[in-house]
């Protein structure tokens, strides 16, 4: 039976292969809210996703898609549902398959929304799943933010830059208060309904990744405040299944970061944008070299790697 404590909210999960997180995903969510408010998308997984669901979470709205329609476009159709459907959902909290509630999680952050009527999203506090702190609270992309990316300071007192401000991070997240920010990492994000309706959902454009960004920053702009609370404790496997190079998602992530640049900042501010972009791929390009000449990855791990960072060299801007 069911002990959740939360009716007011419905909760969208994407799915895609992660049959064996996705379990526990549910369980923590059911603890939350009653199952038939967990919404499930899956985005055709050929595990056993789909199956997992139906056979152990009976109550639990299932869409099974027949085809992978990206991140953002199955986080809409899930959103779609509780917006049309469950009518009685004030918030809607957007949860990756591999994060997990922490329990009174979910409470602390409606208690926070229902005292602060124009805040239209918070953020969790993230861990890894060894207890360790994960960034979760983040500023707008920066060109700072992407030189620091793609050439990481090296070093005890340089190190400490990329954990500063000037690399989209927030110090008061070490904290107890809740804080403005941003925006959340989209792991675990309640979107007010209200703020919904306003803004519109997630742009169908990013196919994955910067799609939460996107819409916390339409979000500011409409008005709305975003906060995080360090009280909802949340844990996120994340790069459980990326620790290997991957081209495909490498390439995802870039052709999104220059989607939301070109939709939301200057002519000048991209054009620096983009060399900073070509300047980190020449740089990683002769690095992929040098661990193949001192035997660190194998000859497809290379091709692998060049192909992706000429893909990105050559990104046109995203429209």
């Not at 985005?43 to 109550?59: I, T």
């Not at 990326?242 to 000048?268: N, P």
Request: charged share 20%.
């Amino acid at each position: 039976m069911s002990t959740a404590t939360n009716p007011q909210v419905a909760i969208v999960i994407v799915s895609y292969n992660t049959a064996a997180l996705l379990r526990q995903c549910l369980v923590s969510a059911i603890a939350a809210v009653p199952p038939e408010q967990v919404i499930v998308v899956d985005n055709a997984s050929y595990d056993e996703s789909v199956a997992l669901v139906r056979r152990e979470f009976p109550a639990v709205v299932l869409v099974a898609n027949n085809e992978n329609r990206g991140f953002a476009a199955a986080t809409n159709q899930g959103l779609h549902y509780g917006l049309e459907h469950l009518p009685h959902a004030e918030y809607l909290l957007l949860l990756n398959p591999d994060a997990f509630l922490r329990p009174g999680a979910l409470g602390a952050m409606t208690q926070f929304m229902d005292a602060h009527p124009r805040v239209g999203a918070v953020g969790a506090r993230l861990f890894y799943p060894d207890g360790r702190h994960q960034e979760g609270a983040w500023h707008f992309p920066t060109l700072w933010m992407t030189f620091f990316d793609l050439f990481p300071p090296r070093g005890p007192l340089l190190g400490r830059l990329y954990a500063s401000p000037l690399n989209g991070r927030y110090r008061e997240e070490r904290g107890n208060i809740p804080f403005p920010i941003d925006h959340p990492l989209g792991a675990a994000m309640l979107l007010r309904r209200a703020a919904l309706r306003e803004v519109g959902l997630l742009d169908e454009g990013f196919w994955m990744y910067v799609e939460e960004v996107d819409w916390c920053y339409r979000c500011w702009q409409a008005g709305w405040a975003i906060w995080q609370v360090p009280q909802a404790e949340v844990i996120h496997v994340a790069g459980a299944s990326a620790r290997q190079f991957r081209g495909r998602s490498f390439v995802a992530l870039h052709r999104s970061r220059l989607r939301f640049f070109t939709k939301h900042y200057s002519a000048t501010y991209r054009r620096w944008n983009r060399r900073i972009i070509r300047l980190g791929m020449v740089r990683a390009v002769l690095g992929a070299w040098w661990d193949r000449l001192h035997g660190r990855i194998a000859d497809d791990a290379l091709r692998s790697r060049l192909l992706a960072y000429g893909w990105v060299f050559q990104l046109p801007e995203e429209r």
